[in-house]
């Protein structure tokens, strides 16, 4: 088994598909060994040609107990080396974890030579739950943020210039993301505000993200406020040349709203 060290592939990556379009099999095989709780297996997967996939003509299946659990992404999958028809056998880590009656099964596979050498173990669970995983990306994104700040030069100033009262937005999307769930629609509209401010001064030559203001406006309609949602929407929209108002995103929603 090779993979394309040219393209900055590490032999290391995740399967694709265990929570989608293949999660009856990945789930199946969990559930056939009896396994509960959350927890990792470490076992053989044998990969696959798949030329009669839909979307991708180029994809290779993984297959574990001759359960489909997911396939290759497409940048892996184009480079591997495997002809139609043959199979190969690789390392393969399973993790799952039921939470409320739901069962949620991630996998990654090894593309090179023995040991493999995983991410995690049964003393480093991934995260897995909704919860969990809420809180990985937000830790991901404030050491992002941090080691970018550290670095100095132009990239700092770059980081720097999307903060507000110390924080980057980056660093706010989880939060209003959790303060949603919750119901919490004063405080989640408050980091809203906030987070546009941040990307606002994050711009460079052309217009802020565009989720802040989504969610903004999203929070401000489910308070019943439609002229402050007319008006963060215009607010997004200045930024835009005036050619593109109208067919953007935003633009369409503002146009529903203000159409008699």
């Not at 980057?168 to 408050?190: F, T």
Request: charged share 20%; glycine share 10%; with cysteine.
């Amino acid at each position: 088994m090779t993979y394309s060290i040219s393209l900055g592939l590490s032999p290391l990556t995740k399967v694709a598909g265990t929570t989608t379009f293949a999660a009856a099999g990945a789930q199946g095989l969990v559930r056939r060994r009896g396994l509960g709780g959350h927890g990792v297996l470490e076992d053989t997967a044998v990969l696959q040609r798949d030329p009669t996939n839909p979307v991708d003509p180029n994809a290779v299946a993984v297959l574990v107990d001759g359960e489909h659990i997911g396939a290759l992404t497409s940048g892996y999958a184009r480079t591997t080396t495997l002809d139609v028809g043959a199979a190969q056998a690789v390392p393969v880590q399973v993790a799952w974890a039921e939470s409320e009656g739901k069962l949620r099964v991630e996998a990654w596979v090894w593309l090179d030579e023995p040991p493999a050498r995983w991410a995690h173990s049964a003393e480093n669970l991934p995260p897995m739950t909704t919860k969990e995983r809420a809180a990985a990306d937000h830790a991901r994104t404030r050491e992002m943020v941090a080691d970018a700040v550290a670095g100095g030069g132009h990239r700092a100033a770059q980081f720097q210039s999307g903060m507000v009262q110390g924080v980057h937005y980056l660093e706010l999307v989880e939060p209003i993301k959790q303060l949603k769930r919750e119901g919490r629609l004063d405080e989640a509209l408050e980091l809203c505000y906030a987070a546009i401010q941040g990307a606002e001064g994050d711009l460079i030559g052309g217009a802020p993200a565009p989720w802040y203001t989504e969610q903004t406006a999203i929070v401000l309609r489910k308070m019943g406020d439609k002229d402050g949602e007319i008006e963060v929407l215009e607010r997004y929209l200045a930024h835009l040349p005036a050619g593109q108002r109208a067919t953007s995103k935003l633009g369409v929603r503002l146009a529903k709203l203000t159409t008699p």
